[in-house]
């Protein structure tokens, strides 16, 4: 099973995201659900993740130095960006 990491300033878009997708039905499942890119960062140094779904605009750390950083550190983890 893929495990998933949903990283967005806006609550209703991460739930909408979290239950919108029958997940398992993939073989995937979420493993987490975070408000900031520095959250989304202890997530993936605590647990193993293999897709990032990220925000680009987020107050603080955006996306795109959240992605550079998961780049950096944690090369085998896919990405997929969104944005409202």
């Known amino acids: 099973m893929y495990r998933v990491l949903i990283v967005d300033d806006e609550y209703l878009a991460r739930n909408k ?3 919108l ?7 995937f499942r979420v493993c987490s659900s ?5 959250k989304a960062i202890e ?7 293999d897709l990032v779904f990220t925000d680009i605009c987020m107050p603080v750390m955006d996306g795109i130095s959240l992605i550079k950083h998961i780049k950096i550190n944690f090369p085998k983890v896919k990405i997929i960006v ?3």
């Not at 997708?21 to 073989?27: C, L, M, N, V």
């Not at 975070?34 to 520095?38: L, R």
């Open 43 to 49: 997530v993936l140094n605590k647990t193993h993740i």
């Open 17 to 19: 995201l979290e239950n």
């Open 82 to 84: 969104m944005s409202s």
């Open 34 to 38: 975070v408000e900031s890119a520095y």
């Open 21 to 27: 997708i029958p997940w398992e039905d993939y073989a």
